[in-house]
């Protein structure tokens, strides 16, 4: 009827076609190529063969996934419950280091776990050495290596969530518990763990889903039974096979977004009533107290561990390290060698310029929708936010190789040209992938603006665009900036699918450096590179702090 | 100037059904126009319809000769104050009362002299560069008064201001619209579920229920002289007995309760439709302040609930004609509660309506 209604549907069109050709066009791809082997029955019917390597793998990956979410479950809820429930000595500090493992680069942190506890690592070698046995004896490889990497990897999403939700919760509730006759213990089954009930599936739900994705851990574990590492050996020497593994781990993958999804809007406790901030116990007694600063300290030092390592691998020199602990010469040759070559720098300016492209796209794509379907009451709305997501929840191996199966021929959403081999199919990748970080932060904060100050601006005399660009924008300025910030953290560490689709040396990223550096045994360069990531995402994440402060300001209607 | 002029205006909802139905509504310039009906009786979805928020499903909205139905909400010369003030929480106060105007491109000359003079119309002239979130309820609600005002408005529409103030802010901020609308004689519609805010502040009410409008009059006459049943019942606390008529002779009618008490009234008190015919069913309405205690009434009941009011007490009695709101000044002896007590009404009060 009016000419809004019109750009509201033509936007819609466009979005759509965006979605189906880089997201939902490139997953039927792979399955229409997975078809082109033996068929449907002969491809599909071994996964649901015992003896099949096929149901192998996907066994490995659920039972990795299943132990992962038992122990990260364990740690983080742990962790959570300790740190904020309780109150002891450096209790802040604590708070903040326990969640340094979100600042671990993908690739060179699981490489530095594996130098630590994997075989001919730091803590084999010394217990090697005070028990007088073979270091290998006490290495940790395989499975529980993977699950080591997992457990300390993934805790923070049920530490995030179950804190979250204890720092929400009511102290009224657990008075109430006891003025109505519970004792300590009862009142933390019936009412405290029953409330945490939502944020441990929340964590649990995501950290299945990650450990399923997980492809760094299984490669350097050599752990090479489950599905992430099957799709990415296979891709080019049995491309039918590994389209069916894609093709079954992105259904996997779908499930759990549509289980999540729906959770979430089932998530119902919430506070009823205002109040300061939740009243922490102090700790009383000394061996209580003893006891909490240990485990506390034993953890956090777990947790910097990994990040110590990369940063004293980045000055020690290349093969200098052999039989000892730890390795036995140091230097800043590698520094040096970065701020003085071209082509040692060219990594840091590649994944750089990849994120920013990337991320650039990604704020037109995530925004648009963002803004779209929360002024909108359209029924495509909930098929425009799923394919949206979609590419949240697919590993980045189907993503990767999604694309190349779809972009390996001219086609209609790559102006007719092959994509596979250039430059942009780095970017096009990494967009794809961070699209929908970008677009959940944006909606959050979309769904906390009133309406009614869109509606404020216009009676007062301003165009859409005028409110938009002077209301609007401002206001989910933090939203979009943590989306972008997120993203770019994201780009910057990206191996999984990048190492499925970078096209030469001269456009090769961070982690590719870092993985071509280790496995020529070059180990302080890829510290070096690695350590550039860890002081990447640190400044992001200072600077978002400062974004969020800034845009605190706003709400309170 | 400009008349305002909503010709059978339709607004239907996919979940809520037709929530405005054919409304037909003419406010003249200059008036203080309230809106006036339970929730979801359909007000505020006229007023977001005047205001471009909400396109009409059919109907005309005239603002003069000037047929403004699908114009989008910039291009209408309206200021509009929200329930919950909307004020933009990352401007401060006067970048908020500027806004109108930077979007209109004045000079900066023009912007400054006008915002001043705005906050100053709201006694807020000390507070231009605070923060919004710095602001109590009631400034931020003069806060947006003067943002709606500073634009010179067609019309100024008012969605339920007051319902977020307490209420003594309430009292004060309706003396301030009062003086407002009297001092810049801007045309004003005023949105409520309030009927005393309505009675107190309009020059004329439209009393709304289930989209439909039932009455458009004065306060007086909405209070005094009620249309409809709906309307009875909504303003004041009022009684409703159902009766039929026996007889109608020459301008008088007598009718008769189920108690068989008969009761003779003028039948110009009456609204509008109503049938006097011999045998006709109507319902008396009557305030409660118009009942009376007296030895000698003839309606019998007891005494069954007593609430202190200040100025004196309301009461409801279980009689023969169902449960009647009574309203007993302090100068009169109240019998306890459970004590029988008999009730008379005098004719002049009566007002009948349609069953």
Known sequence: ??????????????????????????????????????????????????????????RGSLWISFLS??????????????????????????????????????????????????????????????????PSDFAITGIAGVLLVHTLTMYPYFYLSVAASLAQSDDSLEEAAYSLGASRIQTWIRVLLPMLTPPIVAGALLTFMSSMASYTAPLLFEVNN?????????????????????????????????????????????????????????VSGAWANVMLFISALLSTLVLILPIAMIFLLAFSKNYSWRTAPLPSEYTMENWIRLFSLSDAWAPIRNSVEMSAIAVAGAVLLGVTCAYVIA??????????????????????????????????????????????????IVPLAYFIRFSPLIFRSTSSSLAQLDPALEEAAR??????????????????????????????????????????????????????????????????????????????????????????????????? | MTVLTLEALSKFFQRAGLVVDAVNLRIEDGEFFTLLGPSGCGKSTILRMIAGLEEPTSGRILFGDRDVTFAPPN??????????????????????????????????????????????????????QARVDQLSGGQQQRVALARALVIRPQFLLLDEPLSNLDAMLRGETRTMLRAVHNESEVTTIYVTHDQEEALGMSDRIAVLSGGRIHQVADPKDIYERPATRFVASFIGRNNAIEATVIRLQNDMVTIQFANRSELTVNTKQRA??????????????????????????????????????????????????????IEVPMSVQLPSRGETVHLSMSAAAVHLVQP
């Open chain 1, 1 to 58: 009827m009016s000419a809004r209604k019109l750009s509201t549907a033509e936007i819609m069109v466009a979005l759509s076609l965006v979605l189906w050709g880089y997201v939902v066009q490139p997953l039927v791809a792979t399955f229409q190529r997975s078809l082109e082997g033996k068929g449907l029955l002969a491809e599909y019917a071994p996964f649901f063969d015992f003896h099949s390597v096929q149901n192998e793998a996907m």
């Open chain 1, 69 to 134: 979410v038992i122990c990260a479950g364990v740690v983080g809820t742990l962790l959570a419950v300790l740190l904020n429930r309780w109150d002891f000595r450096f209790r802040r500090i604590y708070q903040a280091l326990v969640l340094l493992p979100i600042a671990l680069p993908p690739l060179m942190g699981v490489k530095a776990f594996y130098l630590l506890y994997g075989k001919a690592g730091t803590f084999p070698q010394l217990l090697g050495g005070i028990f007088h046995g073979n």
């Open chain 1, 226 to 282: 489950v599905m992430t590492v099957q799709i990415a050996n296979n891709a080019a020497t049995q491309a039918s096979l590994a389209s069916a593994v894609a093709v079954v781990l992105a259904i996997i993958s779908v499930i759990f977004l549509i289980v999540i999804r729906g959770y979430e809007a089932r998530r119902v406790y919430r506070t009823q009533s205002k109040g300061g901030a939740r009243r922490r116990q102090r």
């Open chain 1, 375 to 424: 002024r909108t009451k359209s029924r495509g709305n909930a098929v425009i936010d799923i394919a949206m997501m979609l590419p949240w929840a697919l590993p980045g191996t189907v993503v990767a190789f999604n694309l190349i199966v779809a972009f390996a021929r001219p086609s209609v959403f790559s102006f007719g040209q092959v994509l596979i081999g250039t430059y942009w």
């Open chain 1, 459 to 557: 009676s007062l005399g301003a165009s859409w665009w005028t409110s938009f660009w002077r209301v609007v924008l401002p206001l989910v300025r933090g939203g979009i900036a943590g989306g972008v910030l997120l993203a770019f953290v994201a780009g910057v560490g990206e191996f999984v699918a990048t190492i499925m689709l970078f096209p030469k040396l001269k456009y090769r990223p961070l982690s590719i450096a870092i993985n071509d550096e280790l496995n020529v045994g070059r180990w302080g360069t890829a510290a070096c590179l690695g350590a550039i990531q860890v002081l990447l995402v640190l400044a992001v994440v200072i600077l978002m702090r400062r974004v969020e402060d800034r845009s605190t300001i706003a709400h309170n209607t």
């Open chain 2, 75 to 128: 291009q209408r010369g309206i200021g509009l104050v929200f329930q919950n003030y909307a004020l933009f929480p990352h401007l401060t106060v006067a970048r908020n009362v500027a806004f109108g105007l930077e979007v209109r491109k004045l000079s900066s000359d023009e912007i400054t002299k006008r915002v001043t003079a705005a906050l100053a119309q709201v006694q807020l002239e000390k507070l231009g």
């Open chain 2, 272 to 325: 509008p439709g109503v049938e006097l015919a011999a045998g006709a069913k109507v319902v008396a309405c009557i305030r409660a302040e118009s009942l009376c205690l007296s030895a000698n009434g003839q309606i019998d009941g007891t005494l069954s609930d007593i609430e202190y009011s200040g100025s004196g007490f309301a009461c409801i009695v279980k009689s023969n004609l169902g449960n009647l709101k």
